[in-house]
């Protein structure tokens, strides 16, 4: 299994710029995540799926769209890319056997994206 | 999601054990206590769970006190390689998405 897949590695945008960050996962994971990490911080949310055709927003959505058309796949989407948006983006999987406590994300190798 | 604090950074040295310590006094009944850890610039990467019993695996142990207040996670033989940002987080777990919130962390440096 090659777990979490992550591309691009790495991304320089110009402000105002679109892209679409990939993220694929081979072990048959329902819930998909993606968050971002910022210079000496911890991780935060910005939008999560349970399946296919189900997402829903975490802490920091704004600036980002998200689909899951697949249970595969969970691309990240930014829109007008802007300096704040400068970050490391890991896109993270887990299977949650309800209601049984076995919870545990597996995370990609990430994906640093500067904007200038 | 119970808020936890955790030292900043910690020291230890190689073949000995490193212990480090979470607050979690708000935590709640149904809260699971998750360790993870990141290793200079790669994903984290989940090392151990548990609710209210000592939990031990391959990697580390888990010890939770009584009140569920606090709890430390035992690495019991570091190694250079043990090096990394450590991150205790509460969450509950329903069996929905697990939408874990990642502080700091503790900055763990093991050396020779």
């Known amino acids: 299994n090659a777990g979490v897949t992550q591309t691009p590695k790495f991304r320089i945008l110009k402000i105002g710029q679109s892209m679409t960050l990939q993220c694929t996962q081979d072990m048959n994971h329902n819930y998909m995540y993606w968050y971002r990490q910022d210079p000496g911080m911890g991780l935060k949310l910005i939008y999560y799926s349970v399946g296919a055709g189900i997402t829903d927003k975490g802490e920091v959505p704004n600036g980002y769209n998200v689909s899951r058309s697949t249970t595969e796949d969970f691309p990240l989407r930014l829109e007008l890319a802007a300096p704040s948006q400068t970050s490391v983006y890991f896109c993270a999987s887990s299977y949650s056997r309800p209601p049984g406590p076995y919870n545990e994300q597996f995370f990609g190798p990430g994906t640093r994206l500067t904007v200038l | ?112």
């Open chain 2, 1 to 112: 999601d119970a808020k936890t604090t955790q030292p900043t950074s910690m020291d230890c040295a190689e073949g000995r054990a490193a212990n480090l310590p979470c607050n979690h006094s708000t935590i709640s009944g149904n809260e699971y206590v998750y360790w993870y850890r990141q290793i200079h610039s790669q994903g984290p990467q989940y090392i151990i769970h548990g609710l209210k019993n000592n939990e031990t695996n391959e990697m580390a142990s888990l010890i939770i006190t009584e009140d569920r207040k606090s709890s430390t996670l035992i690495l019991p033989h570091a190694t250079l390689r043990d090096t990394a940002v450590y991150y205790c987080i509460a969450s509950i777990n329903t069996g929905t998405a697990s939408k874990l919130t990642f502080g700091t962390g503790t900055r763990l440096q093991v050396t020779l």
